[in-house]
């Protein structure tokens, strides 16, 4: 058969990695992420896998960011058995990262039921257990970087560093079918190049295919090294602490906290910050900072002596420490996950002080459409957290030199790097404006080849020379959105609220309540049209 290529996730989304490879020998999967953002993409995790789980024989990952791993645990629930490829340094962090994520799946679901009961609803169950995440590293098979894997019969795979996260990887995919045998390349995320911990991603050249990340695919970044990296970071720093409150850094507990710690360490040991009591308020940071500390020999392209090794660094792993934070007033840093505030401590964190004027909130990654963090740094002037209504009054800032993605430049001079690409390059990992801007700048340069922007569950074709698209019959999601009712609904809840509390009078709060209520009367069905005579 002529193989074909299925998107079951970031198809016009930037989450949700999974990519069905299916041909003579079987089924290969790339990737089982989650899927993160505004609750209507989210609920796709809780839905059937649109394909059989026993039906791949294997998995490979390409790193153990949760929105390409998150969804292993449930895969394996329901019936996968193969291995899971990956690299030494992706499956010593999903030890830690899988259990993590199943205990915060079942924290969020005990969270809903106790407001279900409350409110006379069904209960829902969680989309998998820590006990399930536990139970499927047994499957993972690490391999190294160069090194060629027989995955399955007709496939074999081989790692390139993507210089995104420790472990990262591109995956190069031989594959028989129909015509001989064809080379794939999914890029996976690839790093922007000159990080501490990262150079340049790296590929093979000469490929058939090309399925590439399009997150940053519209921006252009100025030029950035390690040097001006840190002074941007001081600076936003220095501002914050002048301010006299807490600075609060929502973290991605993987990669980004230990850049974070990396450079805080560097500029407090050379004088250009006073030293400042940071609070790692993570579980899994703290496990995973542990892990970069065994990786250091091999990654630690400035070869600083153990970076996370000072005295006014504190691991906070109990729930009763985290609680003493707190206490606070100003004068200290607090790191804690997760990096787009969905979930974990942060959220407590942000409802003790979004409030206080004195208070800042430092984004340093990217927040996808319908997360928290995308309401902050779209500057709201109050938003709900565990329920309950908080105003916004601390400095809302955003570095975004930190980004462990490739900016528009940067991908554009892989692809170009992976030539001759000899039948198409299909855009994955982008929302639709960076998709196309990604897509627009490839075709300023005169590509000979087609660029595909896939959408979600939809189906390509192989054929050489040519790739034939197959829509989806019944696609999962229609459309992707930047903003669901479910955002709407939070909104408009918290302007009548405003509303109501600066009314002049009881006299205008009670008319206009009565005017929603009359909108919200159950209306006549609109009438059928009449049938043609």
């Avoid at 308020?281 to 392209?301: G, K, M, W, Y």
Wanted: proline share 7%.
């Amino acid at each position: 058969m002529i193989p074909t290529i299925t998107f079951h996730g970031a198809a016009g989304t930037v989450t949700g990695s999974c990519t069905l490879i299916r041909h003579d020998g079987g089924a290969l999967l790339i990737d089982c992420g989650l899927f993160q953002g505004p609750k209507t993409v989210k609920e796709l995790n809780y839905r059937d896998f649109p394909f059989d789980p026993r039906e791949p024989a294997a998995l490979v990952l390409t790193h153990a960011h949760i929105d390409h791993s998150g969804l292993v645990p449930k895969l394996c629930r329901q019936g996968f058995k193969g291995r899971i490829h990956c690299t030494g340094g992706t499956r010593d962090l999903l030890t830690f990262m899988l259990p993590d994520s199943g205990f915060i799946q079942e924290s969020e679901v005990q969270h809903l039921n106790h407001r279900n009961r409350q409110r006379g609803r069904a209960e829902v169950q969680p989309i998998y257990t820590r006990k399930d995440a536990e139970a499927c590293l047994d499957q993972l098979e690490p391999g190294e970087y160069g090194v060629w894997i027989d995955v399955m019969p007709g496939v074999r795979i081989r790692f390139w560093d993507a210089g995104h996260l420790l472990g990262s990887a591109s995956v190069e995919v031989k594959v028989a079918g129909d015509g001989g045998e064809q080379t794939l390349l999914f890029s996976g995320d690839l790093g922007p190049g000159d990080k501490p911990f990262h150079g340049l991603p790296e590929g093979p050249s000469g490929v058939d295919w090309v399925f590439c990340e399009s997150t940053y695919g519209g921006t252009l970044r100025p030029p950035m090294d390690n040097e001006e990296r840190r002074r941007q970071l001081g600076e936003e720093v220095a501002a914050a602490l002048k301010a006299g409150g807490v600075l609060l850094i929502p973290v991605f507990a993987v990669e980004r906290t230990q850049e974070l710690l990396y450079d805080l360490a560097r500029l407090m040991d050379d004088g250009a910050l006073p030293r400042t009591d940071i609070f790692l308020d993570s579980p899994l940071a703290v496990n995973v900072t542990e892990v970069f500390r065994q990786h250091l020999p091999d990654i630690n392209h400035a070869a600083v002596a153990d970076p996370f090794d000072r005295p006014y660094f504190h691991p906070i792993t109990a729930v009763e420490n985290s609680k003493r934070l707190n206490r606070l007033g100003g004068g200290a840093i607090i790191m804690a996950a997760s990096g787009m505030c969905d979930a974990g401590r942060i959220r407590h964190h942000l409802k003790n002080h979004l409030w206080q004027r004195n208070a800042t909130v430092l984004f340093v990654g990217y927040q996808a459409p319908g997360t928290l963090g995308r309401i902050l740094t779209q500057g709201t002037s109050h938003v709900r957290i565990h329920g309950e209504e908080v105003e916004v009054h601390a400095r809302i800032r955003t570095l975004d030199s930190y980004s462990g993605h490739a900016d528009q430049a940067a991908l554009l001079a892989w692809l170009a790097a992976r030539g001759p690409i000899r039948n198409g390059i299909a855009l994955m990992h982008g929302e639709t404006t960076p998709r196309q801007a990604l897509a627009d700048a490839l075709a300023t340069r005169g590509l000979s080849v087609p660029v595909h922007q896939p959408e979600l569950d939809e189906t390509i074709v192989l054929r050489p020379g040519h790739a034939e698209r197959k829509p989806a019959d019944q696609p999962r999601l229609a459309t992707v959105p930047e903003q669901d009712w479910h955002n709407i609904y939070a909104a408009t809840i918290l302007d009548l609220a405003e509303t109501l509390r600066h009314a002049d009078s009881d006299a205008q709060r009670l008319a206009l309540l009565d005017r929603i209520a009359a909108l919200l009367k159950p209306q006549a069905p609109i009438p059928a049209p009449p049938a043609n005579p």
